[in-house]
């Protein structure tokens, strides 16, 4: 009996829906991120970043290395095309541009922190955000060097930039000090203990399929024909066919195949928190970094 | 009288020495002041090692005189919660990241070579959620330095100087509460800081005023506070004038806050939350 109501409590725990969030009053977004691909990928962004652009916010990508390892064209042709397509899909969710910082894709582990949080310091000074969105450092397990460089100096640059005793040369340029009160941080919810969202953002079927296509336009990681084909021959042994693969060719039948993907981990989100659609995230709202002040300053601060 | 004597020597001979090590100049006071407060209260000895300069954290202020004016404030705060001296290691505020570890680790090895203390509060590097990672770097060396500073084989040349090894015995992680699962005990393996939270009621007013007395980075968050709702057509009441008074009532709100986030669910009014290891778990669960 003991063993039946724990078989019954213990899915019911796990399942338990996190709270809706809300997009933040505000209208400049900049998503930092290491590579050309991490704004629309699996587990986090395209979807949020098109819900942004639906409320009216202005959004930029700053995608921190080159992406010379990813595809199969070799160092310099990669970072060519995959900087082409990152730009081919940020258009697709609305975005106003993408700053490419350069540094040596999956070689950022050894690369100075302040150098790389320098630069981003002067792009939130710049853009003055209200939202950023990036990855999460405390995320558990991320084998990328990358991922782990640009969360840790994106946890810094956001508050930082409000210090004008950092890089006070910036205020020559006639940039101001400016603290980036809203957060986004996403990382892979299935890596062990993982990442620890505590707000999922709730999406539309348009938002998502902005997402489907913003994923598939990076052709040079995503949708390869060699994928099509193999499910297809594994469709064939087992003599089964995909009405939708019929009259596809096999780089369609990958885009339709990615398509879906999308389309599934967002409804598997959605599903796990009460709605059709949803991403889940890590949210820092404007005076979480004072947790002993934000009840008081919620509750007495006036118009 | 000879009893007298006889207790004041058994209180002599049982005092603890603590070393506190801090990041930044607050951290300390906001996550562990009363409970450093009560230990001195109780005989204890209580000295401070801050790594950092705090030469950012101003409002309109040049860094060195931040970093001079929060250095003579941090002295001042200490003294408040009894601790005896300060040792400022002088690294600039939030650039720890491009610091070698195995530097800033060696360097709080050499005090607890020197101060061989009983009892080690340091910033708890497994905290997650917290923006400021100089408490990240040195929690991290610091929790080294403790391993180290008891290996002999750990810089040799302090030996010949007359500096021993030293096992420091209880350890205190301490965090301001960003981590959701700050509560969640670890394994029970030899060495696993545990859950503690301690009751902080009879100190408080001295971690207060201890809290007060960092006035440069008090004024800085208030008027950072007031911006930020300024720039967002809102206002405080409190700070409409921030001057003296209402900083300190802002610190007043925030440091009693803390404290009652800290005793939830325990049997405390205020409290400070820790890991704690202490001298049980040395000793693996299989031997004891």
Do not use: C
Request: charged share 25%; no cysteine.
């Amino acid at each position: 009996m003991k063993i039946l109501l724990l078989a019954l409590i213990i899915p019911a725990l796990a399942a338990a829906p996190l709270p809706l969030g809300k997009i933040p009053p505000g209208h400049i977004l900049l998503v930092i991120e290491p590579h050309h691909d991490d704004h629309t990928t699996d587990y986090g962004m395209g979807g949020l970043i098109a819900r942004f652009t639906d409320a009216g916010y202005e959004s930029w990508y700053a995608r921190a290395s080159n992406d010379e390892k990813d595809g199969a064209s070799g160092y310099p042709l990669n970072d060519m095309i995959n900087l082409r397509e990152s730009e081919a899909a940020t258009r697709i969710l609305g975005m106003k541009g993408v700053y490419s910082l350069n540094w040596r894709n999956d070689y950022m582990d050894p690369i100075p922190l302040q150098e790389l949080r320098a630069q981003l310091i002067l792009l939130i000074r710049k853009h003055r955000p209200d939202v950023v969105l990036s990855h999460d450092p405390w995320g558990h397990y991320d084998r990328n060097p990358d991922h782990r460089k640009i969360a840790r100096a994106v946890a810094e640059a956001v508050w930082m930039a409000g210090l004008p005793n950092v890089h006070p040369e910036h205020l020559a340029l006639g940039l101001e000090p400016y603290r980036v009160p809203y957060l986004f941080l996403k990382a892979r919810v299935d890596y062990g203990r993982g990442h620890h969202p505590n707000v999922a953002m709730e999406l539309t079927k348009s938002q998502v399929e902005r997402k489907q296509k913003a994923y598939v336009t990076h052709l040079n990681v995503y949708a390869h024909p060699s994928m099509a084909r193999n499910i297809r021959q594994q469709l064939q042994a087992e003599k089964l066919t995909v009405p939708e693969f019929e009259g596809k060719t096999d780089e369609e039948a990958a885009v339709l195949i990615e398509e879906w993907y999308m389309d599934w981990i967002s409804r598997k989100r959605g599903a796990e928190n009460g709605v059709r659609y949803a991403e889940v995230y890590w949210y820092r709202d404007e005076f979480d970094y004072l947790p002993g002040l934000k009840d008081y300053i919620s509750t007495n601060a006036v118009k | 009288m000879m009893i007298v004597l006889f207790l004041l020597f058994v209180s002599i001979a049982s005092a603890k020495n603590v070393l506190v090590v801090t990041a930044d100049a607050s951290d300390f006071i906001l996550a562990a002041g009363g409970s450093i407060s009560a230990m001195v209260a109780g005989g204890d000895r209580a000295i401070l090692v801050r790594v950092t300069n705090d030469d950012k954290d101003s409002w309109r202020l040049p860094p060195e005189e931040t970093a001079s004016r929060t250095k003579a404030e941090v002295e001042q705060a200490a003294k408040i919660l009894g601790i005896t001296q300060v040792h400022s290691l002088g690294y600039r505020a939030d650039e720890l990241g491009g610091v070698s570890p195995t530097e800033i680790r060696d360097r709080i090895l050499f005090y607890i070579r020197l101060l061989k203390p009983d009892v080690l509060f340091i910033p708890n590097p497994y905290a997650e959620y917290d923006e400021v990672l100089d408490r990240f770097y040195t929690g991290l060396a610091a929790e080294e330095a403790r391993q180290a500073a008891a290996l002999p084989n750990f810089q040799l040349p302090f030996a010949k100087a007359g500096l021993q090894p030293h096992v420091t015995r209880e350890l205190y992680y301490y965090a301001q509460p960003f981590d959701p699962r700050r509560r969640e005990a670890e394994s029970t393996a030899t060495f696993t800081p545990q859950p503690k939270v301690v009751g902080i009621a009879p100190t408080f007013d001295k971690k207060l005023r201890a809290a007060q007395a960092l006035k440069t980075i008090n004024y800085s968050m208030a008027m950072r506070i007031r911006r930020r709702l300024e720039d967002t057509g809102r206002k405080l009441p409190l700070l409409e004038t921030a001057d003296d008074a209402a900083v300190n009532k802002l610190v007043e709100i925030n440091v009693r806050k803390l404290a009652e986030i800290a005793a939830r669910d325990s049997p405390y009014k205020q409290a400070e939350e820790f890991m704690y290891a202490g001298p049980e778990f040395q000793v693996p669960q299989k031997l004891r």
